[in-house]
């Protein structure tokens, strides 16, 4: 077996570093994987006979535009050779195998140190009756022991305007407060998430759509001025899903080239388009999501709270299903 070390750069949430691991855990040859968020950080155990290191850093760069480097101690798993062989080992002086039981032991808790720190941890709401609250006529509180929600966090408030984007029951009970960025790959699936939730909710949650573009992706600005110049003829919706749909054509020809095929009037779309005219809305919303505590995509708040990431599916059903 073999172990590798890497850096992961662009990565901006707890969820993306879950997601690595679940998609390197499928890839046939890797027996362990690991990554750790706030460090940026790293491992595989692999078998180089079923999957190199170079595919192993392709699979993570394609799940975000990120950039990896290999990282220090990276070598075969102790008592295999690069090639899976057994290293044949000499009989050592009682010294020398006190300081490589020592040093063995050493290895054993900087490996559970990595475990304990890194292992992706499971998700799980509590809803818990607070008869002293305040905060609303139905006081129940959703908390998660780990970063889907987080426990005593803030419940933010929202102002929902007429220029904002609004899919849904426009009367439910349930606000849905989406901070996301079209270029995004994680945002694509939260798409398909939204898509469902609001499919088996239709009456009791609505979803209202934010700006909050990515600086390092090259078109994320461009595609939601795009997105706006689109709402200025009643066509958001329709060009949205049209962006997440075709995540992986993005240019400014193609944008519009898009409205054009949705049926939009094409001289005042790229007119709007060319000229920036909804650049600072876009960027007005990614400062409100500063505000709010955002710090990268998707963002979801659930009447207030957040929810980092794309979450699989079941966590959202929860959330709703607890309010």
Same mark, same amino acid.
């Given at each position: 077996?073999?172990?590798?070390?890497?850096?992961?750069?662009?990565?901006?949430?707890?969820?993306?570093?879950?997601?690595?691991?679940?998609?390197?855990?499928?890839?046939?040859?890797? @027996?362990?994987?690991? @990554?750790?968020?706030?460090?940026?950080?790293?491992?595989?155990?692999?078998?180089?006979?079923?999957?190199?290191?170079? /595919?192993?850093?392709?699979?993570?760069?394609?799940?975000? /535009?990120? *950039?990896?480097?290999?990282? $220090?101690?990276?070598? #075969?798993?102790?008592?295999?050779?690069?090639?899976?062989?057994?290293? *044949?080992?000499?009989?050592? #002086?009682?010294?020398?195998?006190?300081?490589?039981?020592?040093? $063995?032991? !050493?290895?054993?808790? &900087? &490996?559970?140190?990595?475990?304990?720190?890194?292992? #992706?941890?499971?998700?799980?709401?509590? =809803? *818990?009756?607070?008869? !002293?609250?305040?905060?609303?006529?139905?006081?129940?509180?959703?908390?998660?022991?780990?970063?889907?929600?987080?426990?005593?966090?803030? %419940?933010?408030?929202? @102002?929902?305007?007429?220029?904002?984007? %609004?899919?849904?029951?426009?009367?439910?009970?349930?606000? &849905?407060?989406?901070?996301?960025?079209?270029?995004?790959?994680?945002?694509?699936?939260?798409? *398909?998430?939204?898509?469902? &939730?609001?499919?088996?909710?239709?009456?009791?949650?609505?979803?209202?759509?934010?700006?909050? #573009?990515?600086?390092?992706?090259?078109? =994320?600005?461009?595609?939601?001025?795009?997105?706006?110049?689109?709402?200025?003829?009643?066509?958001?919706?329709?060009?949205?899903?049209?962006?997440?749909?075709?995540?992986?054509?993005?240019?400014?020809?193609?944008?519009?080239?898009?409205?054009?095929?949705?049926?939009?009037?094409?001289?005042?779309?790229?007119?709007?388009?060319? =000229?920036?005219?909804?650049?600072?809305?876009?960027?007005?919303? =990614?400062?409100?999501?500063?505000?709010?505590?955002?710090? !990268?995509?998707?963002?979801?708040?659930?009447? $207030?709270?957040?929810?980092?990431?794309?979450?699989?599916?079941?966590?959202?059903?929860?959330? @709703?299903?607890?309010?």
């Amino acid at each position: 077996m073999n172990k590798i070390n890497f850096k992961i750069k662009g990565m901006n949430c707890n969820s993306c570093a879950l997601l690595i691991v679940q998609e390197l855990k499928k890839q046939p040859g890797v @027996v362990e994987a690991k @990554v750790d968020f706030n460090s940026k950080s790293g491992l595989a155990i692999y078998d180089k006979t079923k999957i190199q290191k170079q /595919d192993i850093f392709n699979i993570i760069k394609k799940m975000g /535009d990120y *950039q990896v480097e290999e990282a $220090g101690d990276t070598q #075969p798993e102790e008592g295999k050779q690069d090639d899976g062989e057994e290293v *044949q080992r000499e009989k050592a #002086p009682r010294g020398r195998f006190v300081s490589g039981l020592l040093t $063995g032991g !050493g290895v054993v808790f &900087l &490996l559970l140190m990595i475990f304990f720190n890194v292992a #992706p941890r499971q998700f799980s709401l509590l =809803a *818990q009756v607070n008869s !002293g609250s305040s905060r609303n006529q139905n006081p129940v509180q959703n908390e998660a022991r780990t970063g889907a929600i987080n426990e005593a966090q803030k %419940i933010e408030t929202f @102002v929902i305007a007429e220029t904002d984007h %609004i899919r849904g029951n426009q009367n439910a009970s349930i606000t &849905l407060v989406e901070f996301s960025d079209f270029e995004c790959p994680f945002c694509e699936r939260q798409y *398909q998430t939204m898509k469902q &939730l609001l499919a088996e909710y239709p009456q009791k949650i609505r979803l209202v759509y934010k700006h909050f #573009p990515l600086g390092f992706h090259a078109n =994320a600005q461009k595609a939601a001025e795009a997105s706006e110049c689109a709402w200025e003829q009643d066509k958001f919706w329709e060009y949205h899903d049209k962006l997440f749909e075709n995540q992986a054509d993005y240019s400014v020809e193609n944008f519009k080239k898009w409205a054009k095929s949705l049926g939009l009037k094409a001289n005042q779309f790229n007119d709007c388009l060319d =000229a920036g005219k909804y650049a600072k809305k876009v960027q007005a919303d =990614a400062k409100e999501g500063e505000e709010k505590g955002v710090s !990268g995509t998707p963002a979801t708040f659930i009447n $207030g709270q957040l929810i980092t990431g794309a979450l699989p599916y079941a966590t959202f059903k929860e959330a @709703v299903d607890s309010l």
